[in-house]
């Protein structure tokens, strides 16, 4: 498909453990986003990447979390220790561009639903 | 702080009928608006969107009211169609519609065939 995808859809684990969440952007759009969206919240925003480097990454809660984009394209959002509320979904979103000059819309993925037990 | 609010969890409209989903906002730095709609399991989809220059943008059945002064703004579907039961969200931006967009908690809208 020619949408934005996010591995896994699904992932349990214990407090305390290391996880990884994958996201592959449309082709072609150098803007990726990850959104987190806690139950009965709106999505959150975490980190943007503008190619491969992190522009803003002001919505990481705590140095627990961080995300890379080595080569322009797939996004890995990695969280160590985890904690029982990090328990969300957590969306990654793509766009053309992050440009001001002109709106670019940003597309998500279905998300990877994060259970911490 | 919950910088865009929409207050209404929840809204039930007849088919056919018109549907008024609002969304209001704290900061004055938000110059772009979007609604976004999301059906369960799925990302958000973008539905519409206007700038802060504008104070109303239509698209088919789909049309937002921005009203700077009150800062609110509000989604209307006419007319409402069971394929339009979904959560909404609000969402701003303060830079033009790019970078970071924070979301209003979300109205779950339900059509009644």
């Known amino acids: 498909g020619a949408g934005v995808s996010q591995t896994p859809s699904n992932k349990v684990t214990e407090k305390g453990k290391y996880v990884e969440l994958r996201c592959d952007p449309i082709?072609?759009?150098?803007?990726l986003y990850w959104y987190r969206q806690s139950l009965g919240q709106g999505p959150e925003f975490l980190i943007y990447?503008?190619?491969?480097?992190?522009?803003?990454d002001s919505g990481l809660p705590n140095d627990r979390f961080f995300a890379v984009r080595p080569e322009g394209s797939v996004s890995t959002l990695k969280i160590q220790r985890t904690e029982r509320g990090d328990s969300a979904v957590y969306l990654c979103?793509?766009?053309?561009?992050?440009?001001?000059?002109?709106?670019?819309?940003?597309?998500f993925g279905p998300g990877t639903r994060l259970t911490v037990l | 702080d919950q910088q865009v609010k929409q207050n209404s969890p929840s809204l039930s409209v007849q088919e056919g009928r018109i549907s008024i989903l609002n969304c209001d906002y704290t900061n004055s730095m938000f110059d772009y608006f979007l609604w976004y709609k999301k059906y369960p399991a799925e990302g958000p989809t973008f539905l519409i969107s206007?700038?802060?220059?504008?104070d109303k943008n239509e698209d088919g059945r789909f049309t937002v009211f921005l009203n700077k002064s009150a800062k609110h703004l509000s989604l209307h579907i006419v007319p409402s169609q069971p394929g339009d039961s979904a959560v909404y969200f609000c969402a701003a931006s303060a830079n033009f519609g790019n970078e970071k967009l924070t979301f209003g908690t979300g109205t779950r809208l339900t059509i009644i065939p």
């Open positions: 979103a793509s766009s053309l561009t992050g440009k001001r000059s002109s709106y670019n819309e940003q597309f």
């Open positions: 990447f503008q190619g491969t480097g992190a522009a803003d």
């Open positions: 206007i700038s802060s220059i504008k």
């Open positions: 082709s072609g759009h150098t803007a």
